[in-house]
């Protein structure tokens, strides 16, 4: 008997035949050992719920398709599973069971039906984790007790270091007056004041739905789906929730300061209420954890990986969807990106808003911004105006500035710093450094004199299973701006004068480990450079995302205040551009309220925005599910990309909103610019840049660390005398960025990337120097 290994995914929500990864699925045939006779019975065993190599918790959700006439059985490292084999509701043509009592390591899962046989091998990872995202970080707050349940009652307190607690589930239902979910008071009948919906496929059914709470990977886990508990049978993959559209939505929340060292005591966004309250009503399942809140965890790795958790722990709770798409604002937009990108199939589509490619977009950007102030306010002495240096910095005023080079606080580990940035007008704040969840106890916390060996608050920090640590033990870093012309397109535009050109660039410097500004510029270290794309907390664009829809919408839109720019949502989208050839599976629609706006002021415009986010959240979302619907509907041969280009809806193309209480749609191709023809998208939402990309560098902003070539007077629209041009050479003594050649180090990201312990696809064993 011989067994073959035929491409497979998770089920249909899973496409890994994208990469060509094969293993989980195995097919044997009756016949001898050496040939295995085709016309024999055969037997196909496949893992639905993860890929077999990262099973969690002890348990799988496992198909057989058989074509013996004797009953299936199923053993585990030798000895009878614990397991029944159901039909499959989805697929008839398969028999489904969760496995059980798997042991943390590998296990040999065998099918055996009429001397047929089929085997596969699963690697079970403890349900607290880690799988790949490397030792879980210390020191770590546990926030169960503090979690509040949908019924208002708190999770309880934990149980182990790891910060367990019991799984609780709770039934809520909708009365038929509406407004927000109320919890039922009995699971035996409903009460007379339900409601009833309608799913996306047209059953209705009561509107009461089933939550379900947990911890997961250090984490708290919530899903949420319509569930009967007086009507229906039990949920489990072989009977799925009436209710249940087969489809699900990942949720992610936002921010990412102080996401350090905190399990999470409230979701970013909840499963169950605003928006979600809508999708559960359509039948949608929603899933999410406290460490899908960047808030909580700044840590895309750490959110991969707890994301992969959560929807196996789903599958086998309700059984395979037939579409995934991950949702996420701001924080969550980045995170839905990277997550969607690292883990291919993870996501079957992106529909995310206030975008960002990563969170490191932010830092790199924010820390630039910061070293342009401080020069600004202490080296400037050829009369750098604060107008000239808002040009340098390539955004719109002076306010949208300083609020970038405020968020440079996440890099800057010293608790207090102190920074001359100005404030007025600002709805993000003041600089804040070292900034710390109240949960983290003081004692615990970094200081370079009392505390060397505490807990630093920084995006390197908690990313340093990816970056690596050094002597010390501190995150490495992968800023780097050695090379970088500060001001390079106004010197050519004779907006910046030589003199002061050179100054800039003289005295612009850069900081050290603790964020302290030095005189000389930094490089950044090589090894966090390579790792930061193999794991995609670089975004790269050319993994999970380039085979899946991606819906990036504008709903904030404000060019002044509080860091959201558009240029980030063109960053994202040219790193697709750049890494699948064109952005053919991309959608971008802008237009949508300001901060002012969400900060409760009344400025003008401001119902007109208000209705254009409306509008725009309402068809964006209609547009995106027919997509998911259309692509994922089509069973033929072809690649999943061809798949997703051919069957985009004619309402997912490019476009804006007209400034209007009854905003119209305006089809156009988005482009990044701040001037356009009236009525154009451009003239209505214009769109500036940041300090690199006045330095010649790509709207991408894709290179951490740009390779060097000699400066040339040929390079420069205005002419350097030959003193300046020594001073030029001075301040670049290897030489200047070029901009036309591929980072350093710049690599795709590497698929499922592992940082320990998982030894496949293993980037790099997390603890080393």
Same mark, same amino acid.
């Given at each position: 008997?011989?067994?073959?290994?035929?491409?497979?995914?998770?089920?249909?929500?899973?496409?890994? +035949?994208?990469?060509?990864?094969?293993?989980?699925?195995?097919?044997?045939?009756?016949?001898?050992?050496?040939?295995?006779?085709?016309?024999?019975?055969?037997?196909?065993?496949?893992?639905?719920?993860?890929?077999?190599?990262?099973?969690?918790? !002890?348990?799988?959700?496992?198909?057989?398709?058989?074509?013996?006439?004797?009953?299936?059985?199923?053993?585990?490292?030798?000895?009878?599973?614990?397991?029944?084999?159901?039909?499959?509701?989805?697929?008839?043509?398969?028999?489904?069971?969760?496995?059980?009592?798997?042991?943390?390591?590998?296990?040999?899962?065998?099918? +055996?039906?009429?001397?047929?046989?089929?085997?596969?091998?699963?690697?079970?990872?403890?349900?607290?984790?880690?799988?790949?995202?490397?030792?879980?970080?210390?020191?770590?707050?546990?926030?169960?007790?503090?979690?509040?349940?949908?019924?208002?009652?708190?999770?309880?307190?934990?149980?182990? +270091?790891?910060?367990?607690?019991?799984?609780?589930?709770?039934?809520?239902?909708?009365?038929?007056?509406?407004?927000?979910?109320?919890?039922?008071?009995?699971?035996?009948?409903?009460?007379?004041?339900?409601?009833?919906?309608?799913?996306?496929?047209?059953?209705?059914?009561?509107?009461?739905?089933?939550?379900?709470?947990?911890?997961?990977?250090?984490?708290?886990?919530?899903?949420?789906?319509?569930?009967?508990?007086?009507?229906?049978?039990?949920?489990?993959?072989?009977?799925?929730?009436?209710?249940?559209?087969?489809?699900?939505?990942?949720?992610?929340?936002?921010?990412?300061?102080?996401?350090?060292?905190?399990? !999470?005591? $409230?979701?970013?966004?909840?499963?169950?209420?605003?928006?979600?309250?809508? %999708?559960?009503?359509?039948?949608?399942?929603?899933?999410?954890?406290?460490?899908?809140?960047?808030?909580?965890?700044?840590?895309?790795?750490?959110?991969?990986?707890?994301?992969?958790?959560?929807? #196996?722990?789903?599958?086998?709770?309700?059984?395979?969807?037939?579409?995934?798409?991950?949702?996420?604002?701001?924080?969550?937009? /980045?995170?839905?990106?990277?997550?969607?990108?690292?883990?291919?199939?993870?996501?079957?589509?992106?529909?995310?808003?206030?975008?960002?490619?990563?969170?490191?977009?932010?830092?790199?950007?924010?820390?630039?911004?910061?070293?342009?102030?401080?020069?600004?306010?202490?080296?400037?002495?050829?009369?750098?105006?604060?107008?000239?240096?808002?040009?340098?910095?390539?955004?719109?005023?002076?306010? $949208?500035?300083?609020?970038?080079?405020?968020?440079?606080?996440?890099?800057?580990?010293?608790?207090?710093?102190?920074?001359?940035?100005?404030?007025?007008?600002?709805?993000?704040?003041?600089?804040?450094?070292?900034?710390?969840?109240?949960?983290?106890?003081? $004692?615990?916390?970094?200081?370079?004199?009392?505390?060397?060996?505490?807990?630093?608050?920084?995006?390197?920090?908690?990313?340093?299973?990816?970056?690596? *640590?050094?002597?010390?033990?501190?995150?490495?870093?992968?800023?780097?701006?050695?090379?970088?012309?500060?001001?390079?397109?106004?010197?050519?535009?004779?907006?910046?004068?030589?003199?002061?050109?050179?100054?800039?660039?003289?005295?612009?410097?850069?900081?050290?480990?603790?964020?302290?500004?030095?005189?000389?510029?930094?490089?950044?270290?090589?090894?966090?450079?390579?790792?930061?794309?193999?794991? !995609?907390?670089?975004?790269?664009?050319?993994?999970?995302?380039?085979?899946?829809?991606?819906?990036?919408?504008?709903?904030?839109?404000?060019?002044?205040?509080?860091?959201?720019?558009?240029?980030?949502?063109?960053?994202?989208?040219?790193?697709?551009?750049?890494?699948?050839?064109?952005?053919?599976?991309?959608?971008?629609?802008?237009?949508?309220?300001?901060?002012?706006?969400?900060?409760?002021?009344?400025?003008?415009?401001?119902?007109?925005?208000?209705?254009?986010?409306?509008?725009?959240?309402?068809?964006?979302?209609?547009?995106?599910?027919?997509?998911?619907?259309? /692509?994922?509907?089509?069973?033929?041969?072809?690649?999943?990309?061809?798949?997703?280009?051919?069957?985009?809806?004619?309402?997912?193309?490019?476009?804006?909103?007209?400034?209007?209480?009854?905003?119209?749609?305006?089809? #156009?191709?988005?482009?990044?610019?701040?001037?356009?023809?009236?009525?154009?998208?451009?003239?209505?939402?214009?769109?500036?840049?940041?300090?690199?990309?006045?330095?010649?560098?790509?709207?991408?902003?894709?290179?951490?660390?740009?390779?060097?070539?000699?400066?040339?007077?040929?390079?420069?629209?205005?002419?350097?005398?030959?003193?300046?041009?020594? %001073?030029?050479?001075?301040?670049?003594?290897?030489?200047?960025?070029?901009?036309?050649?591929? !980072?350093?180090?710049?690599?795709?990201?590497?698929?499922?990337?592992?940082?320990?312990?998982?030894?496949?696809?293993? *980037?790099?064993?997390?603890?080393?120097?």
């Amino acid at each position: 008997m011989k067994f073959k290994d035929v491409e497979n995914g998770w089920g249909r929500g899973f496409q890994f +035949a994208l990469l060509g990864i094969s293993g989980a699925v195995l097919v044997a045939c009756g016949g001898s050992d050496d040939t295995p006779s085709p016309a024999g019975p055969t037997l196909q065993l496949q893992v639905l719920s993860s890929k077999p190599e990262l099973v969690s918790n !002890g348990d799988t959700l496992i198909a057989v398709k058989s074509s013996a006439p004797d009953p299936i059985t199923l053993t585990v490292n030798g000895a009878p599973a614990t397991a029944t084999l159901k039909p499959d509701p989805a697929d008839a043509t398969r028999m489904i069971a969760v496995v059980s009592g798997l042991k943390v390591g590998v296990n040999t899962l065998e099918a +055996a039906s009429a001397g047929v046989k089929a085997k596969l091998e699963l690697t079970n990872y403890p349900r607290t984790g880690p799988m790949i995202s490397g030792p879980h970080l210390t020191p770590y707050a546990c926030q169960t007790d503090a979690f509040t349940l949908p019924d208002g009652s708190k999770l309880g307190a934990s149980t182990d +270091a790891n910060c367990t607690a019991p799984t609780k589930v709770q039934y809520l239902y909708r009365k038929v007056s509406g407004g927000a979910l109320v919890p039922m008071t009995s699971l035996t009948a409903l009460p007379s004041d339900f409601a009833t919906t309608t799913n996306t496929n047209g059953v209705q059914v009561p509107f009461v739905v089933r939550i379900e709470t947990g911890t997961m990977n250090r984490g708290v886990y919530q899903n949420a789906v319509l569930h009967d508990p007086t009507k229906d049978a039990a949920p489990s993959p072989a009977t799925p929730p009436k209710g249940w559209n087969r489809k699900l939505i990942g949720v992610h929340g936002t921010g990412c300061a102080t996401g350090w060292y905190i399990q !999470g005591a $409230a979701m970013g966004v909840s499963p169950y209420t605003g928006v979600n309250l809508t %999708r559960l009503g359509e039948g949608y399942a929603v899933f999410t954890n406290t460490l899908n809140h960047p808030t909580n965890s700044c840590n895309a790795t750490l959110a991969g990986e707890t994301t992969l958790m959560g929807k #196996e722990h789903f599958i086998e709770t309700y059984g395979v969807p037939s579409a995934t798409v991950s949702v996420g604002t701001s924080g969550g937009a /980045y995170t839905s990106l990277q997550v969607a990108d690292a883990y291919p199939g993870l996501f079957d589509g992106v529909f995310i808003d206030a975008t960002f490619p990563d969170a490191l977009s932010i830092s790199m950007a924010a820390m630039d911004a910061k070293l342009l102030n401080r020069f600004l306010t202490t080296g400037n002495t050829t009369g750098v105006t604060e107008a000239q240096m808002v040009d340098v910095s390539g955004h719109k005023s002076a306010r $949208a500035w300083y609020d970038l080079a405020v968020q440079s606080g996440r890099t800057d580990p010293v608790s207090g710093r102190v920074e001359n940035i100005p404030v007025a007008g600002s709805f993000g704040g003041a600089y804040a450094a070292g900034v710390f969840n109240p949960a983290v106890p003081v $004692a615990l916390r970094w200081n370079e004199l009392t505390n060397p060996a505490g807990a630093r608050a920084t995006v390197f920090d908690i990313g340093r299973n990816v970056y690596g *640590v050094d002597a010390s033990g501190y995150g490495r870093r992968p800023f780097d701006n050695m090379g970088v012309q500060y001001g390079l397109a106004q010197f050519n535009a004779g907006t910046l004068s030589a003199e002061q050109f050179l100054e800039l660039n003289e005295k612009v410097g850069g900081y050290d480990r603790n964020g302290n500004y030095v005189a000389a510029r930094t490089a950044g270290d090589a090894g966090a450079i390579k790792r930061a794309y193999q794991s !995609g907390l670089q975004l790269g664009g050319g993994g999970g995302l380039a085979a899946i829809p991606v819906f990036d919408m504008s709903n904030f839109y404000d060019e002044d205040n509080f860091y959201h720019y558009q240029w980030f949502h063109f960053a994202a989208r040219e790193r697709m551009r750049l890494a699948n050839g064109d952005t053919r599976n991309h959608v971008m629609w802008r237009g949508g309220v300001s901060f002012a706006d969400l900060f409760g002021l009344v400025t003008p415009g401001k119902a007109e925005r208000a209705a254009i986010s409306a509008k725009s959240q309402a068809d964006g979302w209609a547009a995106f599910t027919s997509w998911v619907d259309a /692509y994922r509907g089509d069973t033929t041969a072809a690649p999943q990309r061809d798949k997703v280009i051919a069957r985009k809806p004619a309402a997912a193309v490019d476009g804006c909103f007209s400034f209007s209480t009854t905003p119209q749609f305006i089809a #156009e191709t988005q482009t990044l610019g701040k001037t356009g023809a009236a009525g154009s998208c451009n003239a209505i939402w214009p769109s500036y840049t940041f300090p690199r990309a006045q330095a010649g560098g790509s709207v991408a902003a894709d290179k951490l660390k740009c390779q060097l070539k000699p400066a040339s007077s040929s390079d420069y629209a205005v002419s350097l005398t030959g003193p300046q041009m020594a %001073r030029l050479n001075a301040a670049f003594p290897n030489g200047v960025c070029d901009w036309s050649k591929p !980072g350093v180090d710049q690599t795709p990201v590497v698929p499922y990337a592992s940082f320990g312990p998982s030894p496949v696809n293993l *980037v790099f064993q997390a603890g080393q120097p």
